[in-house]
């Protein structure tokens, strides 16, 4: 989707993706698209960007950084940055603000996640996640970027219970603690009760929901 967004922005855009699935429906995506875009998606790490050095004029991550290495990362980006070229990671601020019920049974649900995660989750297998709020110092301390800024912003999209529901099921947390099976019971009826709260606060119908972002700028 970040990808996509670019299209007639710019010379050329690389979507970069680790994961084979996510890949598959990135290229997927593009296939239904007409032909003749400057648009590819190719596989690779942030440490290990399929780019020439030099040759970006902008590199994004979209909610994704804190999920990177971020020594080796930069690092990354600094090399296939061309002179003055921007880096830019930006994050949505979660939930959505809407009605203050809802939002705390979001962060109770997040929470619960990330407990069932600690108690029955591999450690070994657990991605590493790292505080959204260091980004801006991450970006200062590298040393690869003149100049450093956080900007934040929002925009009031139309929104459903089903689409409200569906960010929250969407949060990392949540899909890796209901993989669990049984140990995830008690948050799927959970889930259950927030889905019947946001049917409620819709009512069937589309309100204007309030979404808030934050994004971190490096310039080389």
């Not at 709260?197 to 490096?218: H, K, W």
């Amino acid at each position: 989707m970040s990808t996509l967004a670019w299209e007639g922005r710019a010379r050329q855009v690389i979507g970069v993706e680790p994961n084979a699935d996510m890949l598959g429906k990135a290229r997927q995506k593009l296939a239904l698209l007409p032909e003749g875009r400057q648009i590819s998606f190719e596989h690779g790490y942030s440490n290990e960007l399929p780019v020439q050095t030099g040759s970006a004029d902008i590199v994004t991550c979209s909610q994704s950084f804190h999920w990177m290495e971020p020594i080796s990362t930069l690092q990354e980006i600094h090399r296939v940055l061309a002179e003055g070229g921007i880096f830019a990671a930006y994050d949505c601020d979660w939930p959505p603000i809407l009605n203050w019920q809802l939002e705390r049974e979001y962060e109770h649900l997040i929470d619960l996640a990330e407990r069932i995660l600690d108690e029955h989750g591999d450690p070994q297998q657990r991605a590493v996640k790292r505080d959204k709020s260091t980004h801006l110092q991450t970006l200062h301390n590298s040393g690869h970027f003149r100049f450093v800024r956080e900007i934040v912003f929002h925009n009031t999209e139309p929104c459903s219970a089903e689409r409200y529901t569906g960010i929250l099921l969407s949060q990392g947390g949540i899909q890796a603690a209901l993989k669990l099976g049984a140990a995830a019971r008690y948050l799927e009826s959970e889930i259950d009760v927030f889905r019947a709260m946001a049917n409620d606060v819709f009512r069937g119908g589309m309100i204007n929901v309030l979404f808030s972002y934050r994004m971190r700028l490096g310039i080389k």
